[in-house]
């Protein structure tokens, strides 16, 4: 059976690999999704804040930020609480590399148009293979207009284009008002790929220190509908690559994503639950259901269900909502 999918320009004989998540940290981590088949590695993040954060120690004696900003990276974990300081994820990366022969992409979190961008060249002269532009922001501020949240992502994408030559993803929020729209002016701007989603972690309130508390949930299936929702209205609809992640831990998850457009399928939650081996299983059920079914290919079966392939997406909507609606039964 082909399982062979094109994501970000390269040639991968089946999409499914790890997002970015610590089982990619250490080399033997790395070796292990290498032994499970995985089609590429996705490395965790490196934050904004770090990069920021380094070279505020640097420049501290000789300059004063502005913007309260040392006040504010009081907040964020203390840096010794990272696994990789800035230099040492460019060294993982050399390191990672070197030890693999699997397409390996990098990846960078941040929110905000800036210098520590510049690390996105440096990532690549390190060995990265591709980059994934993590977009991670929680709008607080109520005179903060939506537009302006878009053009700023879209002004990251480009700054990263013209700094790199190797593709990038970009990682997206599920919460812009107009998520087609957002994903167009992305494509425009030179993305390589979209990745469907972020998941934004909510965090909890302890009410006798009160103070919030992080809170991690790994995910479920459930957590999936929103990423099969919008692959299928931008399949087809956008020059990039779509990537899965959030929500995928069957077979059965992994082949709706595909249905719905994914090139790339992403797992982190169902990796960590049952290991890095779990993905040669997913591999190996997805195989047998395509033989079942009789595709001959995984291309094949691409995106026949996104909204492309429907006569009227627009009644399709409002008739899916309506139906969802009157399905419940006391």
């Known amino acids: 059976m082909d399982l062979s999918t094109t994501y970000c320009g390269f040639e991968l004989p089946h999409p499914f690999m790890n997002g970015a998540a610590p089982l990619a940290e250490k080399l033997d981590g790395v070796r292990r999704l290498e032994d499970a088949g995985a089609a590429a590695i996705v490395m965790p993040s490196l934050f904004e804040e770090q990069i920021k954060a380094e070279e505020l120690a640097a420049h501290r004696s000789i300059d004063t930020p502005s913007e309260s900003y040392p006040e504010a990276l009081s907040y964020f974990p203390r840096p010794e609480a990272y696994r ?8 993982q990366v050399s390191r990672i590399k070197k030890a693999v022969r699997l397409p390996l992409i990098a990846s960078l979190n941040g929110s905000t148009v800036g210098g520590w961008l510049d690390y996105a060249k440096l990532i690549q002269q390190a060995g990265a293979d591709a980059l994934e532009l993590n977009v991670y922001y929680v709008a ?58 972020n998941r934004f972690y909510q965090p909890d309130i302890d009410i006798e220190a009160l103070e919030a508390v992080p809170s991690l949930t790994l995910s479920n299936s459930g957590v999936l509908l929103p990423r099969l929702r919008w692959l299928a209205i931008l399949a087809g609809r956008v020059r990039a690559s779509l990537a899965v992640t959030g929500g995928v831990h069957t077979a059965v998850d992994a082949i709706k994503a595909i249905m719905c457009g994914a090139h790339a399928v992403q797992m982190v939650s169902a990796l960590l639950i049952r290991g890095p081996q779990y993905l040669r299983t997913i591999r190996q059920e997805v195989e047998n259901w395509l033989e079942e079914h009789e595709y001959e290919s ?24 309506m139906n969802i609606l009157q399905s419940w039964q006391t």
């Open 84 to 91: 990789f300081g800035p230099h040492e994820y460019l060294e």
């Open 140 to 197: 607080t501020d109520p005179r903060e207009p939506g537009d302006a949240l878009v053009r700023r992502t879209v002004e990251m994408v480009g700054a990263v284009k013209k700094t790199v030559t190797i593709p990038v993803a970009v990682k997206l929020s599920p919460f812009y008002t107009s998520m087609a729209n957002v994903a167009a002016q992305i494509d425009e701007a030179g993305a390589d790929g979209l990745v469907l989603f």
């Open 298 to 321: 995984l291309r094949q079966m691409q995106g026949s269900m996104s909204l492309l392939k429907c006569p009227d997406p627009k009644g399709y909507e409002r008739a899916n909502y």
